[in-house]
Structure formats: C-alpha cells, structure tokens
C-alpha cells in the first residue's frame, strides 16, 4: 500500500472532467471500480479515492503506474455529478473493448443464453441486467449502438461488478446482429406480452442448447422488424392483470427459468 500512495503526488494528470470526450469515461462506487481495477483488459487512467475507501479495495500492488489522488469527498464533485453515489472511489479508464460479433467465442461447452436488447436505453435497467446475466448463467448482453444505453458510470456501478466479466456488445444494427446469431446457431426467442405462448412452456419443450432472448423496453417492447426475425415469440405469464414487467425484472425471469428448465 505504501508504494501506491506516493502516486497521489503525480498531481499534473487531474484536472477537471472533460465532459466531451467520449474514449473516457468515470467509474465509480465501490465494487465497480474494485473489479474494474482488477480487471486486466481495463485501460486505467487515474484513480480518486478518499483514504478510508483506498484502504479498503485490498491488494493494490499491481496499480504502481496508476495515477491515485487521495481527495476529500467534495472534491468528486469536480469529476462527477451530483448525484453520483461514490462511496468514495472514482476511476477514470477507457470503455471496455468486447470487440465484435465475429470476435465472439463460441465455445460447445459455453450454451449460456445471450440478452439482446432492442432499444433498452435506460442505464439502470442495462446494469442489472448484466449483473443478473452473472448471477443466472447469461453468456452475454448485446444491443445497439445507437438505441442502447452506452458505458457510463451509472450503467457499470448498477452492474455492480459484473461488467467487468460480462460481455456488453454493441453493434449498429439489430437485424444484423440477429441474422449472425441465427447463422451462430442461435434459436431467437422474443418476450413479447401479447404472445399467445408462454416462457416456460417453451423452455419445457426445449433441448439444452444456444438461446437468444430478445427483450424490447418495456414502455414499447420489441419493434415489429424485430418479432419478425424471432424464431419464436413467447410472454411471462403472471398473476396480475399488470402483464407488463421492468425489463430488468423480464430479463432476471428469463433467465432464471432457462437456468432451471435447460439442465
């Protein structure tokens, strides 16, 4: 730890946040900038951290070239908004490269379902969804470019994590990216509240293998280009007349049910 805390004399690397650039971006709170940091395909810029919260992320060793600037809690302000819950950690890096679809590996053993999303732009909603992707055995979330919501600070802190290990790709067409899973082997499964199927009357019917649930915002819900492309289009029955769930929540019972059902 002694070795770090020199670093908080580099002081010519910070300065106020450049609100423009977009090749960098700021992290914060404390498991996403602790797995950020352990994260070796993290291109990491420098580090505040109020002293307490720096002696709690654990062996730091490995972080001797990353600028850290031991700061009191007012000075976030000056790097993020307002309503940023810090808990006294802030990490400026470049996004995560997952690189393409055509990069994606596909590995026979690997049959976790993907979570496409079809204009999902709220940050909140994309994080939990990567974390419960984690946590239920999704092998991957994707959406697009244009029409999802990007890395923020606010996506990776709700991803808790877990967006360190779970691959978030974007490309610039759904379609597209449809078409490709389709050839990758992928059976494409659309939620859709007015479907006349039901999620886990599917799954039931189902063999183990590879599975693309496309999931739409839930004020929305999946275009009509897009239930054209699904090879099937099923809903979440539920117990309410209110049929129409969080989008994070649909994607936690999506994928759930595929954890218990496709053994």
């Known amino acids: 730890m002694k070795s770090i805390r020199k670093n908080k004399t580099k002081k010519s690397s910070f300065g106020k946040l450049d609100r423009q650039k977009c090749d960098k971006i700021w992290l914060f709170g404390f498991h996403a900038v602790q797995a950020a940091i352990n994260n070796e395909k993290r291109v990491l810029l420098r580090l505040l951290a109020t002293q307490n919260s720096l002696d709690k992320i654990g062996n730091t060793s490995h972080l001797n070239n990353l600028p850290i600037k031991i700061v009191k809690p007012v000075e976030f302000l000056k790097y993020l908004d307002e309503n940023s819950v810090h808990q006294g950690l802030a990490l400026e890096t470049k996004p995560l490269d997952w690189g393409t679809i055509k990069d994606f ?108 649930f496309i999931l739409g915002s839930e004020g929305s819900g999946l275009r009509d280009l897009t239930k054209k492309r699904c090879d099937q289009l099923v809903q979440i029955s539920t117990d309410s007349a209110l049929n129409v769930l969080n989008v994070s929540n649909a994607a936690a019972i999506t994928l759930f049910a595929s954890k218990e059902f496709l053994k």
């Not at 990776?156 to 967006?163: D, I, L, N, T």
């Not at 759904?174 to 039901?198: F, P, R, V, W």
């Open 105 to 212: 590996d596909i590995e026979q053993n690997q049959v976790g379902p993907i979570i496409v999303l079809d204009r999902v732009k709220d940050p909140q909603n994309v994080g939990a969804i990567i974390r419960s992707a984690e946590i239920l055995g999704g092998r991957a979330v994707m959406g697009s470019t244009h029409h999802c919501a990007k890395e923020t600070g606010a996506l990776v802190k709700a991803a808790s994590g877990a967006f360190e290990r779970i691959p978030y790709l974007t490309v610039p067409n759904i379609s597209n990216l449809i078409q490709k899973l389709i050839e990758m082997g992928y059976l494409i499964i659309g939620l859709d509240h007015s479907a006349d199927t039901t999620l886990v009357n599917l799954l039931k019917s189902l063999k183990k293998q590879r599975i693309a």
